[in-house]
């Protein structure tokens, strides 16, 4: 298996452009979620999806943010407008409903200047 | 609110040493506690997955506790190695297995 796939690994913007950041989970896993990791506040939960359906979006922080998964394998989170503060790393993870142990993908490493 | 500690920030040894990095939690009520290694610039590698009615499990050189009650997790690693040098972050997921609470994690360093 591939593991989680992110993409891109790596993405520089201006600010007040749009950016979509993309993950395709583990084959078979039924949850997914969105993490953000930045040096101050470390890695927080920005989203969680079960069976394709938004569970838990408390940790999104703004309305410029948001999180869709129109399939089993695939599922994107969007910014827009991107602003500076919104650098960071992006993580994505799946699991098994069953077991809930996580599986990161590498991350997207997003610089907004 | 679930908060999650990891201490030390940081820990440098030799090449060799038996080391343990320590994990507390505030609330007791969790599902399970998985403990990842993260290296410079990565993602996270899943290292130890202890199910909340577990007390311990081991893969090779590491070993992981979990005492519930106390809310504390330990990670122990036997006879450390310079490839072990890594950002080890210990999280605790709630009840629900909604959610995934980290620590800001222990930097490891191990000089050969």
Redesign the interface.
């Known amino acids: 298996d591939a593991g989680v796939i992110q993409s891109p690994r790596h993405e520089v913007t201006e600010m007040g452009q749009e950016v979509t950041l993309r993950c395709k989970p583990i084959s078979g896993h039924n949850s997914l979620f969105w993490y953000r990791q930045t040096m101050m506040r470390g890695l927080e939960l920005l989203i969680y999806f079960n069976n394709n359906v938004p569970i838990d979006d408390s940790g999104m922080p703004e309305d410029r943010f948001s999180a869709k998964m129109p399939n089993a394998s695939f599922s994107t989170l969007k910014i827009q407008p991107s602003e500076p503060r919104d650098s960071a790393v992006y993580f994505c993870a799946s699991s098994l409903v069953a077991t809930h142990e996580q599986y990161f993908g590498p991350g997207t490493r997003l610089t907004v200047t | 609110k679930q908060e999650v500690t990891q201490i030390p920030a940081a820990l440098s040894v030799p090449e060799g040493e038996n080391l343990v990095l320590n994990c507390s939690f505030t609330d007791s009520a969790i ?2 506690l ?1 403990w ?1 290694r993260q290296d410079p ?6 290292l130890l ?1 202890i199910q909340s009615s577990q007390r311990e499990q081991t893969s090779g050189r590491l070993n992981a506790s979990l005492d519930k009650s106390s809310g504390r997790s330990t990670l122990y690693i036997a006879a450390s190695q310079p490839g072990d040098s890594a950002t080890y ?1 210990c ?1 605790v ?1 709630n009840q629900a ?9 222990t930097t490891l360093s191990v000089s050969s």
Do not use: H
Request: aromatic share 14%; no cysteine.
């Open positions: 599902y399970n998985q990842f610039g990565k993602g996270l590698t899943s997955l972050l999280a997921i297995g909604t959610a995934l609470i980290f620590g800001k994690g």
